[in-house]
């Protein structure tokens, strides 16, 4: 599940600006034919905390967001 809300979300989105030390995801993505490959940098605050590479089918978004979500999420550090 990727987009959720209320307090038991796995996930909480918002503004990191008013945040500082939160965690940040940056990335872009290059198609070709139906794949999709997603090259993204999680930070915490201005330091790089890593990077990965995903790929999937145009036609799977949802799955590929997934993802991405879980290759970021295992980045942080709590």
């Known amino acids: 599940l990727i987009a959720t809300r209320?307090?038991?979300a796995p996930v909480l989105t918002m503004d990191a600006k008013?945040?500082?030390?939160?965690y940040t995801i940056s990335g872009r993505?290059?198609?070709k034919?139906?794949?999709v490959t997603v090259t993204c940098k999680v930070f915490r605050a201005s330091e790089s905390?890593?990077?990965f590479?995903?790929?999937g089918t145009k036609?799977?978004?949802p799955d590929l967001a997934q993802l991405?979500?879980?290759k970021a999420q295992a980045l942080v550090k709590p």
């Open 68 to 70: 991405v979500l879980t």
């Open 18 to 22: 008013d945040y500082p030390g939160a």
């Open 53 to 55: 590479v995903v790929t």
């Open 29 to 31: 993505y290059t198609l």
């Open 33 to 35: 034919g139906e794949n």
């Open 6 to 8: 209320g307090s038991d």
């Open 59 to 61: 036609n799977k978004l």
């Open 49 to 51: 905390v890593g990077e």
